[in-house]
């Protein structure tokens, strides 16, 4: 390679990587600025699929489940941790078992987005099951929550301690 090769191909790195950061900034503007369908279809529905149902044994539905938690502050925080932080242990949804893995959104997703996403989930796949009054998360909640890490082996340690809480707490079941 001469040296006029070695500069162009030294300007094209240079515009590829800039391609890339323009695209990154971009992409975490529009997430920034997304809706909580647009974060769900996004983010979520690969595997909770586009209506919360999930793929029963794979993936667990957040349709008609999730809401239980929205009734108390402890149930609020799991929310957020599960979305934040992933979740990985055994759990049973509706009578079907389910042993996988979520990941953590943390670096993905701001607190507004997952404020947006919560409530999106909640409103439109769980408004049964949600309390009178219920008052959708803010991004100033969801910072709360989010102060200190936690891993998903955290989250389901915290799951197992509201799960029979929670379960009680729906007169549906």
């Known amino acids: 390679m001469d040296s006029a090769q070695v500069r162009l191909s030294i300007r094209a790195s240079k515009l590829g990587a800039a391609i890339l950061a323009v695209v990154a900034i971009v992409s975490r503007a529009a997430s920034v600025n997304a809706s909580g369908a647009q974060l769900f279809i996004t983010h979520c529905a690969v595997c909770h699929q586009p209506n919360g149902q999930g793929i029963p044994g794979m993936y667990p539905p957040l349709a008609n489940s999730a809401g239980i938690f929205a009734r108390s502050s402890d149930g609020r925080a799991y929310l ?7 979740l990985a242990g055994p759990i049973e949804v509706d009578g079907t ?67 029979a809480a929670a379960v009680k707490a729906d007169p549906a079941r």
């Open 80 to 86: 957020v941790h599960v979305v934040s932080f992933g």
């Open 97 to 163: 078992s389910y042993n996988g893995f979520m990941q953590s959104w943390a670096a993905q997703l701001s607190d507004e987005d997952i404020s947006q996403v919560l409530n999106y989930v909640l409103e439109n796949f769980n408004s049964k099951l949600l309390p009178g009054g219920f008052k959708p998360f803010t991004a100033h909640e969801v910072e709360r929550y989010r102060t200190h890490a936690m891993t998903s082996g955290d989250v389901y340690r915290e799951l197992q301690t509201l799960g």
